[in-house]
């Protein structure tokens, strides 16, 4: 190969390599996520998701509650971590399949982070603690899951502000994308996300239209 054509190639690999689009894979979990964590993307859930389903970045799920064919999907895309925020009684009544132990069978990992703000299920920073040790542990994709996103949305929410250091603002607006709700929940009450942070966030819209 001459040296003109071994510099012409270099150039295109070079330009190649810095045009829009053209990048690596956005990799958000693990010890070492790459990148600016990008917007959501709202998913159709086409009956395997309740209410919401959504993307962000190649490898985070978030979603309301997903059927059996949803999680055997899910598996058979490189998800290896379900996060459920469900409480034990929503779950006994309301989901007709043991979720745990299909989760199991299908070689993925089980992290049960139950909250519903109650004196039994609190939002607390301990499950923020929880729920970034499965983003960073997961050994591929993972599913954050409730019953219709909203507390996963807080969930995220808090997480990208305390371990993807996005500020205040950026983080709620890419959950309301999800499934927030803070603009039509809990007037002038503190929010999941808050509690989860514990501290209060001027940016929350307490139930303000």
């Known amino acids: 190969m001459t040296r003109i054509s ?3 190639l ?3 690999a070079l330009t190649f390599s810095l045009m829009p689009g053209v990048t690596s894979a956005q990799r958000l979990t693990g010890p070492n996520p790459s990148g600016d964590v990008p917007s959501p993307v ?3 859930p086409k009956g395997q998701f ?3 389903f959504a993307k962000v970045g190649d490898d985070v799920f978030i979603a309301g509650q997903p059927t059996e064919q949803a999680l055997r999907d899910l598996a058979a895309q490189g998800v290896k971590t379900v996060v459920n925020l469900r409480t034990p009684p929503e779950m006994a009544t309301r989901v ?3 979720e745990k132990a299909l989760v199991e069978q299908l070689g993925m990992k089980y992290v049960y982070l139950p909250m519903r703000g109650n004196a039994e299920y609190p939002y607390s920073p301990d499950d923020l603690k929880d729920f970034g040790d499965a983003m960073k542990d997961t050994k591929g994709k993972l599913l954050l899951h409730c019953t219709v996103a909203w507390r996963a949305s807080h969930m995220w929410a808090a997480y990208l502000i305390k371990y993807r250091e996005l500020p205040v603002s950026t983080a709620l607006d890419q959950a309301r994308k999800i499934n927030l709700m ?3 929940r809990m007037d002038g009450e503190r929010q999941p996300v808050e509690d989860l942070l514990g501290r209060s966030l001027a940016e929350i819209k307490h139930g303000k239209q």
């Open 96 to 98: 007709p399949f043991d």
């Open 42 to 44: 709202v998913l159709d």
């Open 10 to 12: 270099a150039g295109v």
């Open 182 to 184: 803070d603009d039509m």
């Open 50 to 52: 309740q209410d919401k």
């Open 6 to 8: 071994f510099v012409t």
